[in-house]
């Protein structure tokens, strides 16, 4: 939203790349791109699709302090 796109907007290339289902709605539907987006708003969008893509669970293990102690 740092972006100035709307609601719909934003939550939909959220959900897009989250998701991986490909297009949003409105600027980011089917006939436009996420070239408008700042570089800032593209790196949070690529770490949405990474844990979209590996799931979220097994993201949060990865970054919880409990998984990396020594037993």
């Given at each position: 939203?740092?972006?100035?796109?709307?609601?719909?907007?934003?939550?939909?290339?959220?959900?897009?790349?989250?998701?991986?289902?490909?297009?949003?709605?409105?600027?980011?539907?089917?006939?436009?791109?996420?070239?408008?987006?700042?570089?800032?708003?593209?790196i949070?969008?690529?770490?949405?699709?990474?844990?979209?893509r590996?799931?979220?669970?097994?993201?949060?293990?990865?970054?919880?302090r409990?998984?990396?102690?020594?037993?």
């Amino acid at each position: 939203s740092i972006d100035n796109f709307s609601v719909t907007t934003n939550f939909s290339a959220v959900m897009a790349c989250f998701n991986n289902i490909g297009p949003g709605l409105e600027a980011v539907g089917p006939t436009c791109n996420f070239g408008a987006y700042s570089i800032f708003s593209k790196i949070v969008l690529i770490v949405d699709m990474l844990a979209g893509r590996l799931e979220i669970f097994p993201i949060l293990i990865l970054f919880s302090r409990s998984a990396w102690k020594h037993r």
